[in-house]
């Protein structure tokens, strides 16, 4: 089992950054791929970023160009650096793994955080 826990999420104007940290802990050799997907109130689910254990990235559509993933495996750590921040961005930020990044992008990953808030205002 991993766990997962998401900090640095808040309220910011638009145009603005955050960087959203992702502190694994627990059985982390399973965290072959981890990645970040988001929710807002009335939607679906969405997936954000993705990266392997070879450091290769995905990117959903609408934020290719402004936000970028990384990890520190020193420290068992995931990032999400958001630029260019749209009040479409507002949502509930989740921290999510699995041997596999299709479980990611198919909603259906193994551990993920407890998540946190962004909101973006206009």
């Known amino acids: 089992q991993v766990q997962l826990v998401e900090s640095g999420g808040g309220s910011v104007q638009a145009g603005g950054s955050l960087r959203l940290s992702c502190a694994a802990s627990?059985?982390?050799?399973?965290?072959?791929?981890m990645g970040w997907f988001r929710q807002a109130p009335g939607k679906e689910r969405e997936g954000v970023a993705t990266?392997?254990?070879?450091?290769?990235?995905t990117y959903a559509d609408s934020v290719k160009g402004r936000f970028t993933i990384s990890k520190n495996n020193a420290k068992n750590t995931l990032y999400l650096q958001m630029t260019k921040l749209e009040p479409e961005d507002t949502a509930m930020y989740y921290c999510?793994?699995?041997?596999?990044?299709?479980?990611?992008?198919?909603?259906?990953?193994?551990?993920w955080g407890q998540g946190i808030q962004v909101t973006v205002s206009s």
């Open positions: 990266i392997d254990i070879y450091g290769s990235t």
């Open positions: 627990g059985f982390t050799s399973a965290t072959n791929c």
């Open positions: 999510a793994s699995d041997l596999f990044c299709r479980k990611l992008w198919d909603g259906s990953p193994t551990s």
